[in-house]
């Protein structure tokens, strides 16, 4: 009977969704999980188009080896699978459908957001 009460008092509360409120790409770190099926899509935090040059990216992204050294902005490290994931974004190949546009950089000091917010 305490789980039938339970599930109802949960079913009363709103569901936090990561979409729920703007998406900030400037708060995107640890483990990442680039997902490349559009069926998918509301399963993503967001979307993201991989942007061939720096100077049009919004977040400039250095991939960690490791998820303990993925601790800001910028600084990603791959997972393995989606269920292990911080976050789960959609590659999309049209920019324009994109939430933000990110660019590889082989220099870590360079990682990071470079919006002015």
Not at 1 to 25: D, N, R, Y
Not at 42 to 71: H, I, M, Q, R
Not at 88 to 114: E, M, N, P, Q, W
């Amino acid at each position: 009977m305490l789980s039938v009460i339970l599930t109802f008092l949960l079913a009363l509360l709103p569901a936090k969704s990561p979409a729920a409120g703007p998406l900030e790409p400037c708060r995107i770190f640890g483990s990442v999980y680039l997902e490349t099926d559009p069926g998918r899509r509301s399963y993503c935090y967001g979307t993201v188009y991989v942007e061939p040059e720096e100077a049009f990216a919004d977040v400039l992204v250095f991939k960690e080896n490791n998820k303990l050294f993925a601790d800001k902005a910028g600084l990603w490290a791959d997972a393995p699978a989606r269920n292990f994931a911080d976050y789960v974004l959609l590659v999309v190949t049209d920019r324009s459908r994109a939430d933000f546009s990110i660019h590889y950089t082989k220099v870590r000091s360079f990682a990071g957001c470079k919006s002015n917010n």
